[in-house]
């Protein structure tokens, strides 16, 4: 009996486990798997394979039986929301959350998680957005610069492809590119003349993680060029677009050193008292409810942000009796996330001759300059905008019989609709936090998620100036119809939510240093959205790439160097 | 072309191997018209003749000829509540009432222009009412039929799945030599 439990202990042993497969997840599979670790990859939800699990990827709209529409019994299952577009749903009852404040928190429980469901956007940081904490004093210092962070950077950029113009701005800089796609001649208009008006603010084609022009190691990857179908968030079957599907999680899989284990919830992460270190993870099987466990010598994180901070929480011993790492109190505070409430619409008359054809993936961008290189504003930090600008035929629904028709119908193109979105910096407060519920929990046992978050006043400021700028850029430009709006969307619609165990230089006031690793258990690292120190503007996946390949790399080395 | 060809066939090849995994059963389960909702079969005569009026067949094709008023009988009976359905069924037979009052036939008797008016009567009614939330739910379902249809999507809207290409700046009669015609 002995023997037998020696032996199944050994096969549940790893030299690295990794939880969640979004991003993050599917590069330190990657890194791990390519550094010659065998590696158990968790995935929560069911598998996704590439292509195979795309359902609904190659149908035509006539060919969806409700045409889009979800019916009952979808509906019964995924909430009112279910349509039949998309099959990467989060069943309703799946993990339950306690709303203290309102808060949206979009899931992707399925490999791959939110990866194939993301805006694609990949913009750089630069040191104007790591300087900020430190410049103004809200939340803490981060450990790092964008000199530590720019190889690494550079070293995702090439595998994942990513499309964008060397524009040599100091705010937002150069990667790896690929060409940029184009944008339309009405982005280019307010670009001339945004530029010619202001110096300090820029229009650039948005950087995306899209392949133009495939490389030989994007075909190693069996990922071909983007063919503009903008069905994306279907799956693609092109790999057009990056994804853990398409990218990391199979460039792991051939290297025969990886596990992938879905429908694997992961309870809470061992710690081992006598060894000072954790040495595995306890898993709730999603389909028989049994609890397993697993052993690694070292832990990725990569659960997405709000998770993986719960998984920290709920992993108490001895020596951690308020969760792993958390000497410091700070492990579920300082939650942030991106102001997308600010929205500015317009149409223009001008170019009529013109208009665009084909469809594009991706926009215009703004890179911020609000309090860049010094602080002027009567708020803090800054905002980066969305743009696109397109033009369709000039239909309406108005009417009936004969009249609809015709409006449905109408073959003469309209004018040109211009469409702006804010990417607003949220401050990191300690009030907005996340705890668990001493009671409730859900069907694998594991504590329910108490949120509590709310906008600040510098978040309202920050909309009304971008209101009024976007305002004055489109007036500038001849547009017509502005209209400005702040949808007071609830926290979390952006799907940027981040921090909860955040990095920093002293122990004292963080979870994570500047490896990512926990201060107080250095074999395990957070490399996703609970990281984050600050928010600055960018869309942030390509920030946890490159800090997933950079921690796995130092993990790599203090194994070698015997140091965990 | 032969490369926007190739990708179709490349993608239906793939396409046509997918397993449909456990949460499209909803498709397949629910795609045909189970009895017990308020739609009965001989409605239909009755709805087809109102998305015709909505959208008429043409020199085009309209909803009739496009199959629109089974997707709407479908669409309702599988993803709506039964009190939606109710309150449908009520409103539709309100108009057809209505039809048989003014003009002493029934509405898919009537002529084009008594259809109309009949409708436009019950868009104008308390917003509250069945007859009012039917013909604003008609015309939504008949619009998303149309819109959706085949012949729309390719013929009028000119869509294709893989344009291959972006291009931001085009002569207003630019025409994609591989677009559908």
Redesign the interface.
């Known amino acids: 009996m002995a023997n037998i439990l020696i032996d199944s202990k050994k096969t549940m042993t790893y030299d690295a486990i990794v939880i969640g497969t979004g991003i993050s997840g599917g590069w330190a599979a990657k890194e791990l798997c390519e550094k010659g670790l065998k590696t158990l990859v968790l995935e929560r939800g069911r598998d996704v394979k590439h292509i195979m699990d795309y359902p609904t990827a190659n149908l035509e709209p006539w060919e969806f039986p409700h045409r889009g529409k979800g019916t009952l019994e979808m509906q019964r299952i995924y909430g009112k929301a279910a349509n039949e577009t998309n099959p990467f749903l989060l069943k309703a009852d799946e993990q339950p959350y306690i709303q203290e404040k309102p808060f949206k928190w979009t899931r992707g429980y399925h490999v791959g998680g939110k990866s194939l469901l993301w805006a694609r956007q990949t913009q750089r940081w630069s040191d104007f957005d790591y300087e900020g904490p430190l410049r103004d004093g809200y939340a803490v210092d981060w450990p790092i610069r964008y000199a530590d962070v720019a190889p690494w950077y550079s070293h995702v950029e090439k595998f994942v492809g990513i499309s964008g113009n060397r524009d040599g701005l100091a705010s937002l800089p150069d990667g790896e590119f690929l060409p940029p796609m184009e944008t339309s001649i009405v982005e280019q208009h307010l670009k001339g003349i945004v530029e010619k008006h202001y110096s300090d603010r820029h229009i650039i084609y948005g950087r995306c993680a899209h392949i133009t022009k495939p490389q030989p190691i994007h075909s190693q990857q069996g990922r071909a060029q983007c063919m503009n179908r903008t069905l994306c968030n279907r799956g693609c079957p092109l790999g057009g677009y990056f994804s853990s599907n398409a990218s990391t999680l199979p460039w792991a899989q051939r290297t025969g050193h990886m596990t992938l284990r879905p429908h694997s919830v992961v309870h809470s992460i061992i710690y081992d008292e006598k060894k000072g270190k954790a040495t595995g993870v306890r898993v709730v099987d999603g389909e028989s409810k049994q609890m397993l466990e697993f052993y690694a010598r070292i832990i990725f994180v990569n659960a997405s942000a709000l998770a993986s901070t719960q998984i920290l929480m709920n992993s108490t011993s001895s020596r951690f009796p308020n969760g792993l790492g958390n000497d410091s109190g700070v492990l579920g505070k300082y939650i942030s996330w991106h102001n997308y409430r600010g929205h500015v619409n317009a149409s223009y008359d001008g170019y009529m001759d013109r208009r665009t054809d084909g469809r594009t993936p991706t926009n215009s961008y703004i890179p911020r300059f609000r309090n860049l290189e010094k602080h002027n504003m009567d708020f803090l930090r800054g905002y980066a905008t969305g743009l696109s600008a397109g033009r369709g035929f000039a239909r309406s629904q108005e009417g009936l019989g004969e009249d609809l028709k015709k409006h449905l119908t109408n073959p003469e193109y309209g004018e040109w609709g211009v469409g702006a979105w804010m990417m607003g910096e949220i401050i990191p407060i300690e009030s907005n936090q996340i705890k668990l519920h001493p009671d409730l929990k859900d069907q694998y046992g594991i504590p329910e998620l108490v949120l509590s978050c709310d906008w600040t006043e510098n978040d309202d400021k920050m909309v009304k100036d971008y209101m009024e700028q976007l305002t004055e850029m489109f007036t500038i430009a001849g547009f017509k119809n502005i209209q400005s709006n702040d949808s007071h969307s609830a926290p979390g619609s952006d799907i940027h939510e981040m921090g909860g165990a955040r990095m920093g230089r002293d122990p004292k006031t963080s979870i994570l240093n500047k490896w990512n690793q926990v201060h107080s258990c250095k074999n395990v690292f957070v490399t996703d959205g609970a990281c984050m120190a600050s928010t600055s503007t960018q869309n942030p996946s390509l920030t946890y790439m490159a800090y997933t390949a950079r921690a796995a790399n130092h993990a790599v080395e203090e194994i070698k160097k015997m140091n965990i | 072309m032969e490369r926007r060809v190739a990708?179709r066939n490349?993608?239906?090849i793939?396409?046509s191997?997918?397993?449909?995994?456990s949460?499209?059963?909803?498709?397949s389960?629910?795609?045909t018209y189970q009895p017990g909702t308020s739609l009965s079969a001989e409605d239909n005569p009755l709805l087809a003749s109102v998305a015709d009026?909505?959208?008429?067949d043409?020199d085009?094709p309209?909803a009739k000829e496009l199959g629109v008023p089974a997707?709407i009988q479908?669409?309702l009976a599988?993803?709506?509540?039964k009190e939606v359905n109710d309150s449908f069924y009520k409103g539709m037979n309100w108009a057809n009432d209505k039809a048989k009052t003014d003009n002493g036939k029934p509405f898919a008797d009537c002529t084009?222009a008594q259809r109309?008016a009949i409708?436009?009567q019950v868009?104008s009614e308390d917003p509250a009412s069945d007859q009012a939330k039917f013909i604003k739910m008609a015309?939504e379902l008949t619009?998303?039929?149309?819109?959706?249809?085949?012949y729309?999507?390719t013929k009028?809207n000119k869509?294709v799945?893989?344009?291959?290409?972006?291009?931001?700046?085009?002569?207003?009669n630019?025409v994609?030599p591989n677009a559908r015609n």
């Open positions: 990708l490349i993608a239906f793939v396409g191997a997918i397993s449909i995994p949460w499209a059963d909803g498709l389960k629910t795609t009026a909505i959208i008429p043409t085009t309209g997707l479908k669409i599988d993803c709506y509540e084009t109309l409708l436009k868009q015309k619009i998303l039929g149309y819109t959706s249809s085949e729309v999507v009028i869509y799945m893989i344009p291959g290409h972006y291009y931001g700046n085009v002569p207003l630019y994609d």
